[in-house]
């Protein structure tokens, strides 16, 4: 990173010059750690609107470009030409595998999809209509006490073998859910299946007859999670590397990540983005919920709309939508009025003034709930997908702020606006 410097001069006309850091691409960053030390002042930025926590190698998005790459890759060339499996390996790894290592890596992956039978058991204790998401967290928290063998961070194979485990096994548990909440017997993985014809092979086979996988169905989930892997430092990922730079258990890490992805304002919303389609029902009540979600007073947001970085069209929206109809049309589902409702929903809050002074445009959860619900994947597990696809974005995130030389604690401050000092009052005082 070349270096200029911004110079901030106080109040009392005390000047300091601020290093500002050039990335490959991006807006400049303004270094401020000396701020303290230097001028006795705390930035202040709830909800880190302009603030950068690291820098990365590993994915950058222009918001106001559509732009999305993972490791200098457009999305949408790796969305047309790549699988989730060798994006996988580019995330982790920074480089496009060979055909040798990405044969490897796809063996690696296929070899490690079991549980231990002691985790399975865990799905005995959870009530059958637990949300599959605490479940997941549950469960990827509790594989923190199952590998002790390998949570050693400075330890590139253990960051390597819990990598691999990570993305092996979270299909594995996401199915295991799912088949607790249906009250069907759970399937074991199989290694002559690819990464997502296992993963609909562990949803959808029964014990009693052969389940055929359709390739579309297959195909369709691969190109969701390639768009679903990475995002630089959204709400998730920034909680991955905030829990893991205390040098915490990695899989207690990405358990802390499943949690915050978990929320409607973030990963939660590809969920509820159906609910409100079936709540909203038909396009003749489409005028009554934009008007609610531009009602200040009124908490009810369109779902699946708007960005903290995009303020143009999220480009996995958009290669989502070409899928939402390729994949209904050749699926023959009934869920086109439903996608019909979305289209029409779409089309009216791009041309209202309100989404369009503010910029609000379909994100990646808008479309991505009809393509599920297409494949047969209930509402609920909505979340759990957004998990699975975003698992190796999470730890290609952790390797890196774990190999970060120059790593610390992250440990924000604050502005304090409580009561000032005051002493203690005894309890017969009290009013
Ligand atoms: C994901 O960060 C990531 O990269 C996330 C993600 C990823 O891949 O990891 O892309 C995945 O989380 C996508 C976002 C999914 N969430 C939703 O679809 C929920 C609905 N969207 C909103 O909650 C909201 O748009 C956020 C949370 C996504 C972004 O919120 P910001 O950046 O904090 O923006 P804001 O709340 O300050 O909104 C700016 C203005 C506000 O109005 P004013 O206070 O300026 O008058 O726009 C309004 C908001 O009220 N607004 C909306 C709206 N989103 C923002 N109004 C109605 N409906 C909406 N959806």
Not at 65 to 79: C, F, H, N, S, T
Not at 339 to 365: C, G, H, I, M, T
Request: proline share 6%; glycine share 8%.
């Amino acid at each position: 990173m070349s270096q200029d410097a911004f110079r901030l001069t106080s109040p009392d006309g005390k000047s300091l010059d601020l290093p500002i850091h050039r990335g490959t691409c991006g807006p400049d960053v303004i270094d401020v750690a000396t701020l303290y030390r230097e001028q006795g002042v705390f930035t202040y930025d709830p909800g880190f609107v302009s603030t950068g926590s690291c820098s990365s190698d590993i994915t950058f998005i222009d918001g106001e470009k559509g732009i999305l790459m993972y490791r200098g890759y457009p999305v949408e060339q790796l969305a047309e030409h790549s699988s989730f499996i060798e994006v996988s390996y580019l995330l982790l790894h920074g480089e496009l595998p060979t055909a040798e290592q990405l044969a490897a890596f796809d063996r690696t992956i296929r070899t490690h999809t079991m549980l231990n039978e002691g985790m399975l058991r865990f799905f005995n204790g959870f009530r059958y209509d637990a949300h599959p998401m605490a479940m997941l967290s549950a469960v990827v928290g509790s594989m923190s006490a199952y590998y002790h063998d390998t949570t050693n961070a400075e330890d590139p194979e253990h960051r390597d073998i819990f990598s691999h485990r990570i993305l092996a096994k979270l299909p594995t548990i996401a199915a295991a859910a799912y088949k607790l909440n249906i009250g069907q017997p759970f399937m074991y993985p199989r290694n002559d299946l690819n990464y997502c014809e296992n993963l609909l092979h562990m949803f959808f086979a029964v014990p009693a007859e052969p389940y055929e996988i359709d390739p579309i169905a297959a195909e369709a989930l691969d190109l969701l999670f390639i768009l679903h892997a990475d995002h630089e430092q959204n709400c998730s990922t920034s909680t991955v590397r905030m829990a893991g730079s205390s040098g915490a258990n990695p899989y207690s890490a990405i358990a802390a990540g499943i949690a915050a992805l978990w929320g409607p304002a973030h990963g939660g919303a590809n969920e509820a983005v159906l609910s409100m389609l079936e709540e909203i029902g038909h396009a003749k009540n489409i005028g009554k919920y934009i008007e609610k979600a531009k009602d200040k007073n009124d908490p009810f947001r369109l779902m699946g709309f708007g960005h903290r970085v995009y303020k143009n069209f999220d480009p996995r929206a958009t290669i989502i939508r070409e899928m939402c109809h390729k994949v209904l049309a050749k699926l023959g589902r009934k869920d086109t009025p439903l996608f019909d409702l979305a289209l029409e929903l779409e089309q009216v809050a791009l041309n209202d003034d309100y989404f369009k002074q503010k910029n609000l445009y379909p994100n990646v959860d808008f479309y991505s709930g009809i393509i599920y619900r297409a494949l047969g994947i209930p509402t609920s597990m909505f979340t759990v997908m957004f998990a699975i696809g975003r698992s190796v974005g999470w730890t290609a995130h952790w390797r890196e702020m774990i190999s970060d030389p120059k790593g610390k604690i992250a440990r924000p401050r604050q502005l304090y606006t409580g009561s000032p000092p005051r002493d203690y009052v005894d309890i017969a005082q009290r009013k």
